[in-house]
Structures are given as structure tokens and as C-alpha cells.
């Protein structure tokens, strides 16, 4: 909605951008390993799942990427046979920028003919023994939350740069799995038997990873699940056909991980965590696809599964992404009306400027202003926090420019302030970092 | 899309906007109270469940918004508090806009530092005995549909202003429950015993409505209804156990609110009545929310559940109001093609301009002119209709100028009428106004 | 998202879109009957169902549509009385455009005063004897993508210029129905009498299909719909059922659609064909709807459902076309992953400017560019194809201009390479034309 002329737009929404630019951020969600948090190669930086699965997409068979033992430069160098089917793609924009940022690439499209020079340039670069910190200097990313397995031992790294944040998929889904049990014992010292140990099993980890800094509990749910509270007398069976190697039902199943979940939830509640709630991905829907490249969605999902949980635990802060663009709408009511919901950025097939744009003037003009986390990257490798977050940037500055200054007759500075806010400041209030 | 400069866009919807100001409109869907329209104090305005639904959400405790035989500007005081929190949203952008209209308030925000005087300089414009005159003369309304319970005599005030609109939800959804039964037979002197005495007591009550000059029937509707024509030896059992006081199971009682909804479109048939449907909504979802702040929805709803209605009532007119905005679609298809299915305003959650925008748009590019009620305010006091309707007539008029003369090679005039009969000229013929 | 002057968006799309015009085009979808392309009255044109549901729904009764025996002329007359009311929508503009560009008709509504002028104009220029051609050239189309029954001959026309393309709704869902079974055996010489001679008689369709140039294996799906390999033991005694002409149940119809429609996408598979699934339309909803003015839709559909038949077939390229906006995303997401989905243009109450800018915008965002129909026209008659694609190459060309050139920074020649490859070049790569 425009009253005011689309030159002043523009303008005003560049001068936003630049000041929104210098704010140094913390990335509330990502996938970097701690251990190795930037890429070594094009092909660490091409190997990032958008690339591979948009070329197999495209046409590339599977095998000319997942072939075993194939070495890093061969693998960019198939890679970018496939790049112009995907010039178009906004992923395929970050990798761009990123190089041009990095690695002072002058292109604007990486082709057969320059893309080996490209490659050693940024080999070059990485190699620098302090390029983790020059990454993060540049892309102006100061503390970077992490998705750890729940038997992380948290060590070897700088749990303040690299905050620790407890992923719990497996436990909820996958304790069928005798290797996750396995793990659980380990990391514990508890070898379960019943719904109290598994449960003290649990108290374990939040209280190693808190211990260590972790600001999150986190966790990706199918478009089907739908938590509740359940009776102890419904999971003991299922729990003891685990124990003894049995094959359960999926109603069984489903017990057991509405059980963990919900434990998981108390304990959220005890040690004051927020809960991270991605919901809506369907895992392997695409068998054959790429490593990643497999997770699909179906958009009948509705926030209405969460009613009891949110109910539940008003004491804890349930920072929500959601996959389907059509669940945008229930996520921003409930955030208007639950003190507990939290909008959490702009997830995976969400993650697109069409779609940004449209969940992002909802959001800033609906919600409380404290409610509201911009953004994360979900990255792998560092290189990739500057490109997504300036994709973002760019929207939130189009969208301050014309919904609060122009038609709203906000200052510059409010309008700044409230941009400040959604990408940095309420990542601290909400995460308490 | 736009293919023309967009300053000539700015220049000219803002043309538009002066025009379609001057407008007098008739509001099609209020919660007015005829015998106290108008506010007398700012509580009666931040009252709003908007403001105490949006405070409580960012993190004011219910019990300090509803404690017990609080005064009015110590309510007002303990808002303020929480508003630098919410001043984001389109909700709070209302309540300065009317601040800033009828009570010569000329700051932007309403800080606890401003809020006092404001107060009372509200207090005492609201005081001048024709206050209720002045708010309507100065918002351009000239008539107001009220909602009314079944059982409200329709006396001592002027139903030409406030015309009656017979409100079904209670008999619907709550007939199981002694005091709606009581309140059935005192307003219509019958006792019912069967299904015929019931849609007799139910004749009573549209007889008394269109005497008194009701222009609708109109109902909020969870996402699970589905309405279909129940046989009576479905309805039957049900029916008597509920005189009997006995409980009745979900399935009983979705026989007993399909009969009656059912009923209620015979007499709307009959009596000529449009039936207004407000489709989505789940009540108490948020159970510790704040008055009027509990109910949220289900996107996963469908006008498919309709479809019998539609087709077996043909001489009904149903203007429909949706809650999820991802339901648009299916109305703007719905009444597109079905002659008795009318686009209805922008309800509750949707009506924030991101949704507005969205689907204003495809409403007047897709279904005939003749069956699109623009907007009502859906206001409890008469100060919220000017910047309610503000909003709506701001992305009407973009979406005209944009759409229409730009992009289509309208006149401005043809431009103009066209959303003269969107605000004004549907209501007075698909109302009978 | 504009961080450039709009102005200069406005401009560069217009010069776009002049380069796009030029452009000579395959329309990938129509219902083009070959032996009568062309339009011979403005009755062909009015009659497009488009207009017709529309004045219906507007309040035209249907009886005076639908009369039977009326003449051509009055039946436009009778039609053109209700064009006030439908002159705000997108579907009379492709009316008023195509008559000023053929008929040379000069104003801007078609009216009771200047309709009869235009009738005769019409009429005498649609009477030359090479309308056909003048129309295509004029509307720079080359070949048109027909929709032909199972048993069409495909004889007496050129399939080069008319690309036969086999639908299979009729087998599908309508085995059941004498007269289908009737249609098969007497264009195959095959009465089938089980399960593999039923297979046979599809193996004789595609054979003749392929042998005359199709190109398109194609069918409309209800939202239900979820196809499975069924087991032959599942299928065998419903198709007895069926061929002795006794009474199927809607679970056993069910296991018949699911057989019939696994073998076709077999035979897709053995005769290299796209299978275009056009997905989520209900039939009959308006029961008392104007011919092919009854269909509508429940938005609650997934392409979850599909899961399997993706990935059991590989092999299979299927252009997917969604009726319901909600649905797109997904379309994107699983044209991203699975590498033999393809987006294939904007279906019906899906085809107006609001949805086709969000979804494109959306589209050529995140997907491959080869995996992208742009648009195709769905036209009964010749004379719409023009205004259907001039609708959607002003959206395309405003889309290239904001998200491309100005905001990515790509030159307008890359721009208009994408541009034509989403309007021809994958046309031409996807159906192997």
C-alpha cells in the first residue's frame, strides 16, 4: 500500500538498509559444526544441500554428486556444469554474493570457464589461518547458536561465540532406535527402564547442556504431530516393547513421542529454556533425492495441534518457525494472542523473498514488537550468515520504508529502532543472551 | 504489477482516498450497544479486546488488566505501560488515529508520560451530550447493523440508526444449555417440547426481528461445521435428552446444531433475511486469555462444507466473512459462481492491511462488483469506525488506482464508483437497506 | 521488494514486455476443438462459460442462458445486460481486449447501446476465410496443445499445428459408466474383461495417441485423490462388479481410479509422455450451476498425496498445475526437489493477476528455470489466447523487472532469456515439441 511516491521509497528504504547494515548480530539458528565453522573449499560451500538438490532437481544424476570418494574440486567442478539451470534461484544469489563478498569473484554468474579460478581464490582465503574470525567480522555476526545432538559433549569450543542449543528429534522420534538408547546411556549414565529414569535421563542433559551455556531446546515436527500429556499408564507399554527390542505400533509410537516431548516441555519449563518448535517438515518424502535434499511439507497443519502445550506451559517460551507459507497467518495470530508464542523467523521453503515479504508485513504489523525474531540463518558454514541475512535485510527494510514510514509517518529512527529490534534485540531478550 | 510509474500511482490514489472520504457510509456488522454507543472514558476504548489481548501478550499479567472493581483510568494508566510494546501494530495505529481525530491528541504514541491528559481531555469531549452525534457526523456514518442476542426486545433506541441483527451462535451451538432454553421461552412465550414447538419459538424471533426492522441473521461458525439438512428422527433423541437435562455426546449435539442452523435458513428463506456467516472461528483456544482474547482458528476449514447450503437455499443470500485469510480464495471462487454466496469484509485476523491488500485484490479483479461488501468495522464503540474504515479506504484506493486505472485504463470516475458501491452501494442492496 | 526508483521499474518492464510480445509461442494447454478452431459469432466468445457463470452469479437467471434454440445474437444481447456488473473483472477485460484488437472495437465497455455493432463487426470479420490463420498470426501462436477424448480419431486436421494430447478423466473415474466402456472397446477393439486387457486397451490409446503426435498424457484430479500401486487382487472384483454392471462402492471405485491411473502413468513411462495432473477440482458443487459453470474446490488438498507416484516413476516428467492458490507453495517446494515435477501454468481460479503475480514472483525465485510452463491459455476458442497471455506476460515482464533486473541486477538480456524460456523454450524442452 503506497500513498507516497515509490522514488522516496527507494530511497529511504536504501538509507534504512545501510544503518541496518552495521548492527552486529547473533544468528539464533544454525547447523555449524563449532568444531570446523567454516569451509575449507568451494566444494564445503557448494555442498550445502540448496545446491546439490536444486541440481539434481534440475537434471544432475544423484551419483555424479554422491560418488563416493570423489574429491572436492571435481564435485564444484560438476556442480557448476548444472549452475545456469539455476542462475534464476535466490539460492543460488547467495552463493554468488558470497563470493564476490569473500572472494573477490567479479562475475555475476559462476560458469565453466571461470569457476576454477574461483575455486583456488577462495581455497586461498580459507586457508588463511584466521579466516573463522575474518568471516565473522565481515558478515558482522558476533555469536552464533548452534544445533547440537543431544549427546554432544559441548567441548573443544567457545561455548560463547558458539552457543549450544539442545536438538532433541531423536529422542522424541527415534528412541525406537537401540543406537539412540545407547547414546542416551552414554552421555547420562543412565540406562533407562521406566518412564522415571527415562525421564531422569532427560534432567541429565539439561542440566550438562545449561551448564554450558545452551539458551535453546530445539526440535522439528512433522505436519502431523500434535502434543499432548500422556497418561503414564499409555507409554509404560510401548516404552517396555522398546526396551525388549519389540516392534511398536505407530499409535504406540506416537505415545512415546508425545511422552518425551511433553518431558522435554517440563523440564524446558524447570530450566527456564526456551523450546524451539519447527514444525511442519515430512522427512524422505523423495527417496532417491540427495543427502538433505529428500524433507518435503504438506501444508494441512494448523497451530490448533499445539493449543494444550501452549495452555500447559505458559511458563515457557515457545519461539516458532513454520515451513508451510500458509501457516504465516495462524502463526502470527497466535503470537497476538498467546504470551508464550514467539515468531521465529523464516524457514527452509519459507526462506524466499516472495514469501519473506508477504510473512514479514504480517508479522511487524500485527504482533507485539518483542514477539518477533527476524531471522536465522540455518547455516552449515559461516560464509552463508552474510548472504541470507542481507536477503533478509533488504525486505525489512523495504517493508519499514513503506508500511511504517511512508504510510504510517513514522521517523526514520522509529522505523530503525523497530528494525533493530526484530533482528537483534529480541534475540537476546527472548533467548536471554 | 505495474507498468506505469508508480509516482503517478502515489498521486493518484491519494486522489481517490479524498474522494472516497467524503462517503457517508452504513456499517454493515457492529457490536454496537444502541442504549451506550458511543465511549464515555478512554477505557471504554483501550477496553478493546485488541489492547488487552495485544498487552497481555507482550507480557502484562491478566490479573492487572482484570482486577476486580478496578477504575476505569487506573486501567487506562496500567495499558499505557505496556504500549511501546505493541505500538507496531495496525490495532494500536487505530487508537492514535482516533486520539489524534476526536480528541485533539498531536503526539504519536501514547506514553505514560502523555496519557493523563489525553484522558482527560476524552473524558470531556465524550462528556458533551451529543457526543454519540458528533463521533458519527465526523466518522461519516449514518447508520450502524447492530448484533443482537435472540432474546433482545429491539426497544428504546432508534433502529433506523441502529438497525437489529438477529445474532444465532446461542441456539446453534448452546441450546443444551437451561438458561438459553429459558431465555427461548420468555422473549417467544413458548416452552418447546419437540422440533416443531423449537422452530416455532424460532418463527417468534425472526417475526420480532424483521418487525423491527432486522436486515440480517448472522452466525460465527467453528472450522468443523459442516451444515446439512438433518432428518427429524435424527434430531428427535438428542432433543429430548436436553429437555431432559441429560448430557449429550458431541455427536448428539452436532444433530441438534445442524437442525437449528438448518431451521434458521428456512426462516431466512421465509422472512427474506440475508444469513451472515462468519466462518472459522475456535473459541477458547487460549483458555487464561484475557476477556475476548481466547479464540483463535483452524486454517484447515473449506466453503466445501457449505456446499449443500448453498445449493439448497438458493434464495438466500449468505454474506460470508473468513477468518483464515488462506480461505479467501475459496470465497472470492464461491461467489464467483454460486449467485447467493456474497464476499463479506475483512474479519478479526485477517483485517490488518498485509491481508487487506491481498485480498482486495483478488476480490475485485474476480468476482462481480455487485457482490462485495467492502468492509465493517466489527466496532463495540462508535470511535473505531473512522480509522477502521481509514485503513480499508487507504488499500482501496491503492488497489483502484493500481489495479484499475493504471493497469486497466480506468477513469478515475469509473475508478471511484466502483469503490463507492464496494463501501456503500452492496450494503444498501444486498441488505435492503 | 524495490530498492531502485519504481519509475525505473515501470519503464524497464515496458520494454520488456515489448520484447516479449514478439515472441511466437506454443499454448501448452487448450480445449481447441481442431475442426472448428475459430470463433464464428460473438456467441462462441460470450459463451465461454467465464461469462456466463459470472452474469449468473451476478443475478442472470440461468433459464435465460440456457434457453433452448436461441439464437446466437440474442443470447449475447441477453448477456451483454449484465456486463455492468462484471466489468471490474479480469475475465470480461480479455473480452473487451480481444475485441478491440481484432474487431477493432474502440471503446472500453461493451454495452446495450454498442454491442449489436460490434456483433456484426465480429461476425464479418471472423467470416474471412482465413480468420484461423489471421487470428493465430495476430496472436504470434504457432501450435496449440489440444485436450482430446480417449477415442478421438485425431483425423481430419493437423496435428502439427493442433498437438493431440490424451485425456484420461473419462477412464479414470467413469469406468463404471456403459457408454465409457463402450467408447473404449470401439476405439481399441478391445473388450476388456480383466485387469490385463484393460491394460491393453490403454497400451492401443497411446500407441494411436503417439502415432499422431501427442504429446501430453493429461487429467483433472479431485483433492481426494492420492494414487497407490494397487494390488491386482484389490482391483479384480470391482471391475467384475463394473462389467456386470452391478453397483460399486466409493471404496471400490476408488481401487478402480487408482488401477486405471497407475497404468496410464505406466504407459507414460513406456511412451516417454508428461503426464499433466491438473490438480484439486471438485465437480458439481453448483448443482444448478450454467454449463461448465458448476466446479469449485477444497483448498485442503497436499501434493504429499503424490508421494508415491513420484518417486515410483522417475521416468516420468509430470507438469503439475494446482487450482488453489494455497497450493503453490508446495508446488514449488516439490518442483525444487523432485526433478519430475514441473510447474505448469496458473489453472482457472487460479488465472488472475493477484495469484499469478505471488506465484510467479514465488516460482522463478526458487526453482530451477527449466522446470517452469509459464502459462498456457485453456481456451475453448482461438481469440482468447492473445488477451489470456497478454495478462500474464504484463505480470511476467513486471516480475523479470522488479525481482531480476532491479533487484538482483541482472542485465535485461538475461532477463528476457528467462522470460522466454518460461513462456517457450520449456515448453518446447518439456513436451519435447
Redesign the interface.
Known sequence: ???????M???L??RL?AELDQLVLIDPHTHINPHAPASTTLADIMGYHYYT??A????MPKAQIEEPGLDPKTKVGRLVEWLD???????V?WLVALCQKFFGFDA?RITPQNWEALYDKAAAKMAEPDWEDQCLRSSRIERVFLTNDFDDPLEGFDTNRYIPCLRTDDLVFHLARPEVRQRLAKCTGIEFTNTATLKDAFGKLFAHFTKKGARACAISLPPSFAPKPVGLHEVRGPLQKILAHEAVTADEQARVSEFVFWSLAEYCAEYKLPFDLMIGV?RR?????VYQ????????????QY?EL??HF?QVTFPISVL????N??L????????NVVMNGHWW??N????I??DT??R????????QVGYYSDMYKLEFAWPKFQMYR??L??VLAE??VL????TETQALD?GKQVLRGNVETIFNV
Not at 539434481?56 to 537434471?59: L, R, V, Y
Open positions: 500500500m503506497l500513498l507516497e511516491p515509490a522514488r521509497s527507494a530511497e528504504a536504501a538498509l538438490e536444486l539434481h532437481s534440475a537434471g539451470k539455476l542462475d534464476n534461484t535466490v539460492q544469489s555475476d515430512n518424502v523423495y527417496r532417491d533425492g535434499g529428500q524433507d518435503l511439507f504438506d501444508q494441512r497443519v494448523s497451530l490448533i493449543q501452549f495452555n505458559p508451510a507459507q500458509a501457516s497467518m495462524e502470527v495470530s497466535y503470537a497476538w494472542i498467546f504470551p521453503y519459507s524466499i523473498p516472495a514469501h515479504t508477504v508485513r504480517a511487524l504489523q500485527a504482533a507485539p514488537r518483542n514477539k533488504r525486505i527494510a523495504c508500511d511504517f504510510d504510517r509517518g513514522w523497530f
